[in-house]
């Protein structure tokens, strides 16, 4: 890589990394804190969908179900996080969840999620 890049390109986005995390609230967490809220995050998100398709009962999406199928469908992007990933898949209704999120805003899922949702449901893939 030449100079430049290393002194100025890599610096910068450090910097942007750093700052996207501590506004997160991951920044300076151990990996043991920060594994903890993201299962408190998924445990909070099935209490709140509850039995109703969507969060708080409702029957068509909002915004929090769109920040919360991302979420779910994020975890099982390209094998990144497979300890999330398998909390996830612990949780069904996450996935039965992020499934009708898509579904109701006429999205294709994703590779992923169009691979989990069927086991979510109790049918074989």
């Not at 430049?4 to 991951?26: C, D, E, M, N, Y």
């Not at 151990?30 to 299962?39: C, G, H, I, V």
């Not at 039995?51 to 029957?59: E, K, N």
């Not at 898509?102 to 691979?115: F, I, Q, S």
Request: net charge positive.
């Amino acid at each position: 890589q030449p100079w430049w890049f290393r002194t100025l390109i890599v610096p910068a986005v450090l910097r942007r990394q750093k700052s996207r995390l501590q506004h997160q609230g991951f920044l300076g967490k151990s990996p043991e804190d920060a594994r903890a809220m993201m299962l408190r995050a998924l445990d909070m998100l099935v209490e709140g969908i509850g039995g109703g398709p969507f969060l708080q009962g409702r029957s068509t999406p909002a915004r929090g179900d769109l920040a919360a199928a991302a979420m779910v469908v994020q975890t099982g992007f390209r094998g990144s996080m497979p300890d999330i990933e398998t909390e996830v898949r612990a949780r069904p209704s996450l996935i039965r969840h992020a499934a009708a999120t898509y579904r109701a805003c006429n999205a294709p899922p994703t590779r992923w999620l169009a691979k989990v949702a069927p086991a979510a449901d109790g049918v074989a893939p």
